[in-house]
Structures are given as structure tokens and as C-alpha cells.
């Protein structure tokens, strides 16, 4: 009985221990828990963002950029030598290159962090805020009646009333208004009622204690009003002189006369009326929508037009030229756009090398389907300028391809087809050591490039414009080969060639309202020019040599070779 009793208190006494022990376990992990999850609260209320895909933070800054779930630097490919042409010296110097791209990618996406801390004073919501323009009032604007019709602006954290009107102001509105906080609506006039003052109770998230609008409110403002001819816009595109045939006139909903008529107040008159086009005709002014006749005449060669000219005004002998320009004004029968109405299980990347014009051709690609396009990567900043599908999940089979700079043969795998967009490397490289230092939109000062960063920049960079053609041309088993510089002169049938791709049934009026629309906000502005070459004999020798290996490549492939252009002589 003893023995018995002696081995119960044993058994008790290891029971208490061992209670002990789990209930120090069960309070940490609810201490983690608890904690973890603050972490996520504190988080979401910092952002004020839903992700619709579980994603792994890369960058937690104002760029919002992650990294997508299976994304790999290192790239396959590049673990060998890849198979070129030309002397033994140029390929060991490229494979040896190659060596470096592997950690080149990941100090592209991570540098981005420092380009858009430094690149904040480049962008407009970061001038000093000041209070302009009249405030109208608060309206409606929901399903059912929409306040103003023309462009949306995004900005979730740092919109202000001054951004929303400059950005109305230079796209050729006349009325800004603001909602929930974050949105800025632009448009020419105001087509749904008033509502109470009272509903307008959100403040600028930018700007503290100017009216932003409410829960499907406007907070309406007129924008600052400047002189007839001295309006600034911006994505005035000049199409070319054409001559003009009887019934040219006939499509165009506009027609004003003026004695001493200039391009400036005609693109004004034609944008006061939300028509995308302006038309010049001697002393006449036509507006409208872009028309099919205008794009089966030929663009007249030589300056029959005389547009550095003021006192031409178009009319040689018996013949009338036409001088044909896009106003800001986005054409809307190609401005509603939406995400796939159904789940598409194929999968089409959009790749190109940095640089090389990819954010434009989504644009095109938009404006001529009508769907969202999507990224492997997550840039806010392209978000709040309408890319809705930057937030979606990049395998979710709801946009129409995929922006893609990968070229690891993982990557590439992932994806069913592709189209390759590929640009000069020269302009390449200028185009991507100008975001680097200025933003999408920018230009980079002279000390940038005259110091060693640009040398640097090129001896990594320029390898890895080769290296990324070369991958795909090999590992792809479907894909389309798009030159930049051919979409740029020959717009509609290159439109046209990559919306076959896409599979997307496009009608020739959508289209023609992507050309007239061609330019988006995705250019930067004015045609600044370096006053001297960048590049040395060293710089042109390599590029030169990745040019030629890139074009015997697609040769190799029964493809056309690179635009004669690129081909040193």
C-alpha cells in the first residue's frame, strides 16, 4: 500500500511540472499571436489597403512595391554561358558580365526604394500646397449619376485639392473634383445634382482641412482660369499634315472660324468641348473624333503645312492640307475599362528590358482591349494612374497579359506565351538612367551623368538588355517579337498584330481611339536633349556587340532581325 501510495505522489508530482510547463507554452504563443497580429492592424491602418493575394513585403515605403510569391533573382539561365556569336574574347567578356546580372535585378527592384524617396520632390504631390481655384460644392456622383466624366486620378496617401486641379488643369478640364480622400475625378462640366454640404466630410489625405469629398460625393472645384492661348497642357500630339478631300469635314462635330486663328486656341476650343481631336484648316478650326478617313490618306512629306510657320495657313494652289493634332481630352469611346469577365487560364507575359517602353504599350494595350493588364511586381505609383491591375494578384487570370522585366528560365516557364517588346538599347539605356535619377517623368541633371555613376550603370545594365532578349528568344515557346521604334511609327498595324496575340476582338474605332489617345501621361515632356554624347568608344564597342549577338539570335528563330537602326556600321 505504501509502494502504491509513493508512486501516485511521483506520477502527481511530474503532472504538476509538466502542467507547469504547458501553460508557460500556451501563454507565449498567445503572446506571439496577439503581438503578430497588432503588427498587422498597425500595418493596415498605415496603408489603408486590402491585397487581394497574400504577398511577401519587399518595400514597405510610399512606392508600395512587392515581391510576387515565387519571384527568384538568380536567374537559371544565366548559371551558363549562353550560346553567342561573334570572337572568343567578345563571348567570355559577355558570359563573364552575365556573372553580375544574377545580383543585378535584385539591386534594381531594392533600388527603387531610394529612387522614390529621391525622386519625391520630382512628383506633384509633394509641391507646397496651396489653396487656388473656387470650390463649387459638393454633388452627387454615384452608379446611377456621375459628377464629372473625364480622367480619374488615384493618389491614397498623399492627394491634396492643388494636386487634383493641376492634374485636371493640364489634362484640359475646366472642373476638379475630389472623393473619398484618395480620387480625383477631371471633366468639363457637371452632370449630376447637389447634395448636402454636409455629405462632403473627408479631408484631403494630403492636405488637412480641405474638403475631399465623401462616400459617393464630389467636393467640386473650378479650376484656376488663365487667358485664351497661354494654357498649359499636356499629350498634345501632333498626328501630321494630310491632305484633305471633299468629305473629310464630314466626321468632325465642331467647325469655328477665326481671322487671326493659331494651333493654341484651336486645340483650346476643341478641348473646352471633351473632343479628343483638333483639326487645322487655313483659318478654319474642326473638332472631333479621330476619324478612319484621316488615317487611309497618307501623311503628306516635307512642311506643306508650315507649322513653324504662322502665316501659312495651309493652302497651296487648289489643294487644302489638314494639320492634325490629339487634345489632352482621353477619347471616350475607349476610356471604360474593366478587368477579364472571366478567369482566363492562360497566362501571356509582357516583357521587356527596363526602360524599354513597357508602361506605354499597357496603355495602348488598355485603351485598344478595354482590360486591365497586369504585373509581376507592384507599383503603387502606377496605380494611382489607373492601373487597377497592378493590385491584382499576378496569376489570377483577370488581366488580359502580364509586365514582366524576369528572364530566368523558372520565370519565364511560369507563362503560357509572351510578347517581347524590344527597344534600341541606346535610348534604353538613357530612358532607364533617367527614372533612376528623376522618375518616370524626368530627366536626370548633367552632374549624374558626367560622374561615375553612369559608366557604372552602363557596364551592369547594358549586359542585361542582351542577356534578357537572349532568354526569352530561347526559352519561350510562343511568342511575339514587338520593336519599340515600329510602334512609334506604324502604330495601328502593330496595335493590331499584338491584340491578335492577346486573342482580343478589337472593332478599328477602338483602335483608332488608341492612336489618337496614343501618348497617355507615360511620356516625358519635351524633347530635352543631352548637349553632349554619353557614351564613350569603350560604351559603343560592348553595345554594338550585344546588338549583333541579339539580331543573329532572332534570325536564328526564322524572325526578322533588329531594325536596321541598331545595326552598327
Known sequence: MAKTFYRLQRFLRRARLLLLFLGVAYIMAGSVLLLQRSSVALFQKGTDTVLAHPRALEVTNGGWRYRRPGSRITEDVENGPLDLSGSRADQERFVSRNLKIRHLRHHWIQGRRTEEQNGVEHSPAHKATRHKGTYIGCFINDDKQRALGGTVLYDFRKMTSSLCQDTCSESGYQFAGLEYGTECHCGNRISAPRARREDCNLDCRGERGSPCGGVGRLSIYKVEERLPGHRTYRNVHYHGCFQALKNTSEGLLLHTSQTNLTLQLCVETCTDKELPLAVMRRRDCLCGHASSLLKMQKNVEGHPC??????????????????????????????????LPERSTSLIALSSFPGAGNTWVRHLIELATGFYTGSYYFDGSLYNKGFKGEKDYWRSGRTICVKTHESGQREMEMFDSAILLIRNPYRCLVAEFNR??????????????????????????????????????????????????????????QLKLITTFLNASVPDQRLLCAESNRDGHFKRPGSRGLTFDPFTLDMRTRIDGYILSVDQALRDRNLSGLPQEYIPR
Open 436 to 493: 533612376k535619377c528623376a522618375g518616370h517623368l524626368g530627366y536626370a541633371p548633367d552632374t549624374h551623368w558626367k560622374s561615375n555613376e553612369w559608366p557604372e550603370f552602363v557596364d551592369s545594365y547594358a549586359s542585361w538588355w542582351a542577356s534578357h532578349a537572349l532568354s526569352w528568344l530561347k526559352f519561350s515557346s510562343r511568342l511575339l517579337v514587338v520593336h519599340y521604334e515600329a510602334l512609334q511609327t506604324d502604330l495601328l498595324p
Open 306 to 339: 508650315g507649322r513653324s510657320n504662322p502665316t501659312n495657313h495651309t493652302h497651296h494652289g487648289d489643294k487644302d492640307y489638314l494639320q492634325v493634332y490629339s487634345t489632352p481630352v482621353l477619347d471616350s469611346r475607349c476610356k471604360e475599362r474593366t478587368f
